[in-house]
Nanobody, 126 residues
């Protein structure tokens, strides 16, 4: 059973930065593709970013490209999302997700990811 725990959310002004963390309780962290999704009030959950097991390949939604950076530390079994130049439209509940093996080919579909955390709230004020 894979357990994921997000942290690092909070309230920040527009233009500010936050770093989210996702701690994974797995034996071999590199065997899992990892990703981030977010869900704003009244909206569907949407894909934000993903990376393969070794962190050599990354994917981003167009809305965050150039502002967000996904990374992972295998020694700590932890994934990160560095968010810079935050905008009010980034306000959402951010979820960590994991899937054994490669990043799902249809990575934007939440149903293609096996494991999910409980989420951490990010609020960006204007």
């Amino acid at each position: 059973q894979v357990q994921l725990a997000e942290s690092g959310g909070g309230l920040v002004q527009a233009g500010g930065s936050l770093r989210l963390s996702c701690a994974a309780s797995v034996r071999t962290f590199s065997r899992y593709a990892m990703g981030w999704f977010r869900q704003a009030p009244g909206k569907e959950r949407e894909f934000v970013a993903a990376m393969n097991g070794y962190g050599s390949t990354t994917y981003y939604a167009d809305s965050v490209k150039g502002r967000f950076t996904i990374s992972r530390d295998s020694a700590k079994n932890t994934m990160y999302l560095q968010m810079n130049n935050l905008k009010p439209e980034d306000t959402a509940l951010y979820y960590c997700t994991a899937d054994p093996g490669s990043v799902p080919s249809l990575r934007e579909r939440e149903g293609n990811w096996d494991y999910w955390g409980q989420g951490t709230q990010v609020t960006v004020s204007s």
